[in-house]
């Protein structure tokens, strides 16, 4: 699926909520693409009282996020970073926004961002195998 207003939509969730620390935007944008996957259109949720059929694919993948990473929020999960490198109390906006950095605070950046780009990886895989069961699970009905 390619659609720029999915992308647009999504740009503020990376680091914590646009350098706020806070939630993943991996975990949340899982939960986007499962919404797309199992969720109801507005016409449809606006007449159903029945529970989100989204729900149960959100939870399980909630549960296997926090048990993968140890965490949903963006400093726990790459807070060892900070300590490897010996920096502590680490302004992440202030790198972000920083022309220079010194060879330590680069590091430290990289280090970060390919994490966080591996966590990506590995939560795109989860999302694509839940929605293919899901879809495997639909054709033998």
Known sequence: MYDDSVFRAANGMGAGLAYKGDVCGSLLGGCMMLGLKFGLGSEKLARSEEPHPSYPAVQEFYDWFQ???????CPDIFGGYAREFNVNNIDLDAMRTKTTRNEKEQALVDAVHKKCDQLTGRVAARIAETIWDAIEAEKRK
């Open 67 to 73: 048990n993968e990473f140890g965490s949903t929020k």
